[in-house]
């Protein structure tokens, strides 16, 4: 059916339960009621802010951040219409513990990037341990310096236990600043847990930034992070011991075998007055090269989208499965299954083979 403004008497109004858009005619007895098209129909309000959000409006940026961030209404479509006009950026994931510099880095690299004329997109992820709690505060002073340079669009998100995940939100913020035209988006995050893991696993290229002198950090560190790094940099670097954990990271890489027979070099940095940072700007562009010489990047991409799909599913069915319970349906059978009246397997195998019907 065609659908658009020409048609006298509709007029678009939210629809609470659907979350998304309605065209309800308004004049036309015949018509009245409700006609439910998509969002993407010419009445929609997500093409216009796609049209601003490409030509460079920073504010239709910051909305459309904001409403896929919050998952408000229209996210989904947003996302839709966004996705084909993104897949251009280079997404540069940067993570190391607490206090490493990482803002510092982020920071001169934008710098750096912006020399060169690229336009930069970043999102800090921000700590929410409660003794870094200043960070947001602390990010966004740090980087004031580049608030009047349209070419750096800064993004803070605080979104632990958001309604799509961290990892999720964080890839999704991404692809908005990635259709908005950005040739780079950087993602800091605090390299911890597996949270952090999972954001910097999306990018296609992830640093890990490490300082002298963190003892048990190191192990911390260890953990899942080490293996996912591309380029080691040894930030605060004017301070004793970078030697050291030179010579640990040497160690551990002689243990990791890579599929991609990339062997992560290590750039030293003293972020806070530039030093190596040109020097961490080659190493990402040997990393892109070589990742481009041996067609590496789709295969990346591919293997970051099978992650991806597969937890987008794993939400879309959780979510199709709640909204097929009852409510209070969960405590209810949680209640059965503790008491031995029913088990749970079989249970699990109801819920879901009752979804397709
Ligand atoms: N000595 C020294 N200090 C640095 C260097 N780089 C950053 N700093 C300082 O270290 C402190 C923390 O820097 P940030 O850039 O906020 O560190 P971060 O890793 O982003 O911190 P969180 O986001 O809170 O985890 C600041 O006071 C910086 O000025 C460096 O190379 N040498
Ligand atoms: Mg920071």
Known sequence: MAVGTTYIGLKNVRDPCWG?????????????????????????????????????DSRALSRAISTVENRTAGWSELLKALFPHSGQARILGLTGPPGAGKSTLVDQLARHYRKENRTVGIIAVDPTSPYTGGAILGDRIRMQAHFSDPGIYIRSMATRGSLGGLARTTADVATV???????????????????????????????VILVPGMGDDVQTIKAGIMEIADIFVINKSDRDGAERVEREIRALQSLAVRSDNWTPPIVKTVASDGAGIAE????????EAYLQKENLILRKKVQNWQDRLVEMLRDALLEKARGQLANGAMAGYAAEVAEHKRDPYSLVEEIVSALGK
């Open 20 to 56: 998304s858009f309605r065209t309800v005619a308004t004049d036309l007895p015949s018509l009245r009621g409700y006609l439910c098209f998509k969002l993407i129909n010419l009445n929609s309000p997500t093409q216009p802010l796609v049209e601003q959000l490409r030509s460079g």
């Open 280 to 287: 961490l700007a080659a190493a990402i562009h040997d990393y």
């Open 177 to 207: 600043l990635d259709a908005s035209g950005r040739d780079l988006v950087m993602i800091e995050t605090v390299g911890v847990g597996q949270d952090e893991v999972d954001i910097v696993r999306l990018a296609d290229i992830t640093v």
